[in-house]
């Protein structure tokens, strides 16, 4: 059971560039999110989907796009990469049903040059 | 604001050398109190969730415990393997499906 697959693990990208960070859960999960986890920071949330056909923004959602493509899948996409977006992403699911106990993703390390 | 103060930031044990962990947080109507492990490299992986002032959990070496303004997760007789960061997070009843995390304790257990 593989849980929740992110892709790619790694990535360089230069500023102005632009990149897409997949993520697809198959644990038939409700609700998707996007998170960015910097030094000190904790956990912050960028883009969350409470169920397929809806997203919102979270605490931390400039320069970023979101895309929920169905059931399982989740997208982020940094139309235009600044350093300051070098961070860790993680992607999470959680079934939606009331509190929220999460499951992550390996997290994508993206540092922006 | 919701908010969430955990420290210390970080704790070096010896095995078996008891110790706990603190999550300060401030939140208008506590829904659920969690609580994450996460290994280097890795994504958090959860642990409990606690949803009242007087609430336990336990596994294992770990027990994690709620007040009105603190939880405290408790590691008996810790281990090596019990080396990673902790991770507490909050979520609110008017934060719908979020969660407000804190910056996590680095836990390193020495044999």
């Known amino acids: 059971n593989a849980g929740v697959t992110q892709t790619p693990k790694f990535q360089v990208l230069k500023t102005g560039q632009s990149m897409t960070l997949q993520c697809a859960q198959d644990?038939?999960?409700?609700?998707m999110y996007w998170y960015r986890q910097d030094p000190g920071m904790g956990l912050r949330l960028i883009y969350y989907?409470?169920?397929?056909?809806?997203?919102d923004k979270g605490e931390v959602p400039n320069g970023y796009n979101v895309s929920r493509l169905n059931k399982r899948e989740f997208s982020l996409r940094l139309e235009s990469a600044a350093p300051s977006q070098t961070s860790v992403y993680f992607c999470?699911?959680?079934?939606?049903?009331?509190?929220?106990?999460?499951?992550f993703g390996s997290g994508t390390q993206l540092s922006v040059l | 604001e919701d908010q969430v103060t955990q420290s210390p930031e970080a704790l070096r044990l010896q095995e078996g050398e008891s110790s706990s962990l603190n999550c300060s947080y401030t939140?208008?109507?506590?829904?659920?109190l969690f609580w994450y492990r996460q290994d280097p490299g890795k994504g958090p992986e959860f642990l409990f969730t606690?949803?009242?002032a007087g609430e336990e959990k336990e596994k294992e070496r770990l027990k994690a415990t709620l007040t009105k303004k603190e939880s405290f997760l408790h590691i008996t007789a810790p281990k090596p393997e019990d080396s990673a960061t902790y991770l507490c997070?909050?979520?609110?009843?008017?934060?719908?499906?979020?969660?407000?995390f804190g910056g996590g304790t680095r836990v390193l257990v020495k044999p």
């Open positions: 999470a699911s959680s079934e939606g049903a009331g509190t929220e106990k999460l499951f």
């Open positions: 644990m038939n999960h409700n609700s």
């Open positions: 989907s409470a169920s397929e056909g809806t997203t």
């Open positions: 939140v208008s109507g506590l829904r659920g």
């Open positions: 606690l949803y009242s």
């Open positions: 997070a909050v979520q609110a009843w008017a934060a719908g499906n979020k969660l407000t």
